[in-house]
């Protein structure tokens, strides 16, 4: 005998009703179909015009360029993780491009925010750890001889790529304390990004799937616009786990205000 509902009241679904879990379903996969299709179809084509119809804007007075570990250990072919990253690094011409931001920026008055990563000795008595973190300590990863004392960093793992120090060392840009983990939540990127009133981020760097995802959800949370540049950025390759790089950006994609190329950023970049 069926319930009886009394007039006026709507009727409520019930929680094991096989017919209101595949109405459910139905609604949240067709939903998020449109959702898809709509943010694909508004995306800019990979080097395309740069009228800026949809995404972020860039405006010299608010946005700023934000590069995570562009360090050896994750950019050089000696560094200790190139092994994992060096495929990825090479295919997308991470360096050169990166590189390029760099030269656009400083011609053209951009601030430009580096988020290192750097492990100090008393790092060693972390009394628990993640798998990776475990593994960059065991094989001194980005490291240091301690937060106060410089006494090896030139030319180590831990610095800056060569062909970047001319940029990062010119008395301009801002090289923020180290994020300890993955994301900026344990340095004072945030905090220099605030003190300046920038409010967009033009994100790259290393590792794609690590620290630049991590940065990105971060800065989101923080009220920033993001926008990260898919060639300015590498990710590692696993037997098991699979390709880095492929899954960050199929999350940017979902995530950030945009995705761009190199070459539609600097477009963007020099539009302003």
Excluded at 66 to 93: C, H, M, Y
Aim: aromatic fraction near 8%; charge should be neutral.
């Amino acid at each position: 005998m069926s319930a009886v509902i009394p007039s006026g009241e709507p009727s409520k679904p019930r929680i094991n009703d096989p017919t209101t879990s595949i109405s459910r379903r139905s609604l949240i996969v067709g939903g998020a179909s449109v959702v898809v299709a709509a943010g694909l179809s508004a995306a800019p084509e990979p080097g395309g015009a740069s009228s800026q119809p949809s995404g972020m804007t860039v405006e010299k007075a608010d946005t700023a360029v934000v590069f995570i570990d562009p360090q050896n250990d994750v950019l050089s072919e000696r560094g200790k993780n190139w092994g994992a990253v060096g495929a990825s690094v090479t295919e997308n011409k991470t360096v050169e491009n990166m590189e390029r931001i760099f030269k656009i920026a400083k011609a053209n008055g951009y601030d430009v925010f580096i988020s290192p990563h750097y492990f100090y000795p008393t790092d060693n008595g972390w009394k628990f750890n993640g798998p990776l973190e475990t593994e960059e300590l065991r094989t001194h990863t980005f490291a240091r001889s301690g937060s106060l004392n410089l006494a090896g960093f030139p030319n180590s793992g831990a610095d800056w790529l060569d062909r970047f120090k001319p940029y990062i060392d010119d008395g301009k840009t801002v090289v923020v304390s180290p994020h300890k983990v993955w994301g900026p939540q344990t340095n004072d990127l945030v905090l220099q990004l605030r003190k300046r009133r920038i409010n967009k981020i033009i994100l790259g760097g290393m590792l794609a799937n690590i620290c630049v995802e991590s940065h990105l959800r971060e800065l989101l949370e923080q009220g920033f616009e993001v926008a990260v540049v898919k060639d300015a950025t590498a990710g590692p390759r696993h037997p098991v786990w699979g390709d880095g790089y492929q899954a960050a950006m199929i999350n940017c994609g979902f995530l950030a205000h945009a995705v761009w190329s190199t070459d539609e950023t600097v477009r963007r970049m020099q539009a302003a």
